[in-house]
């Protein structure tokens, strides 16, 4: 995957030699937008009108900055190196395949384990599978969710001086892992009405974005260490968990306080009666 990424930035330096800023415009040069409009200026095609129109899906509503974008050189040179790049992406790209071909027929004896994940909203089959190369199946290796955490690299630093807890980093842990858990999670961010994204964007607001992706992180780790544990499907708490829990938080601190100045406190839930 790595030389595939690789390749691509080549073909996008050739590109902009020839003043062609496809990048600037389409996010996934390899795309099928990105990848007809490449294979056409191979052809000989260097009008940017007649480029510009092979753009589909959202793409299509950028087609002003797609003509400009467009609008370049392309000589004999140019094409010779593109075609060398991009037929070594296609040959990687077949190579992946057949990789992951193979792969799936030995993942048979783990498909609990990937249903599992996948039952988690933003947990894809390949993310899953990945995850289960870097963590197993059995969960008995680890003391507790906490160890867990700290072996994988996500746990909070704990960092204290005075009597105060203080910001500290995490520990290295297992690297391939971590961006797994991050790719999960920004997945997750775009999704709505589910307890994790409504973590997410609870903690974007105060820490900001990369601290939250790394604080939910280690949530969707604990979640995926007691469902494999458990052996259970993944139930989710719903986008106003939090908002509930910070009722429930109100309530008992006050209860605390009144209890602290002498009162016997008895709660009772105040149930709204129509006229």
Known sequence: MQQRADEINRLQKV?????????????????KSGRDMVEALLAGVSDADTLAELARGRLRAKLPQLREALDGRVDATHRLLLRHILDHITYLEGEVE??????????DPYERQITVLTSILGVGRTSAVAILGEI??????????KHFASWAGVAPGNKQSGGKRLKAPTNKGN????AM?????????HTKENYLSAQYHRLARRIGKKR???AVSHSLLIIIYHLLRDDQEYHDLGPHFFETLDTTRQR???IRRLQALGYQVTVQEITEVSA
């Open 181 to 189: 858990l991050a790719e999960c999670v920004w997945v997750i961010s």
């Open 175 to 178: 690297r391939h892992l971590r």
């Open 136 to 145: 197993g199946t059995d969960m008995r290796r680890f003391r507790s969710h």
């Open 15 to 31: 590109l902009e030699t020839a003043n062609i800023k496809l990048t600037s415009v389409a996010s996934d040069v390899m795309g």
């Open 252 to 254: 008992d601190t006050a």
């Open 212 to 214: 939250a992706i790394v």
């Open 98 to 107: 057949k990789l992951f071909t193979e792969i799936e027929t030995l993942l």
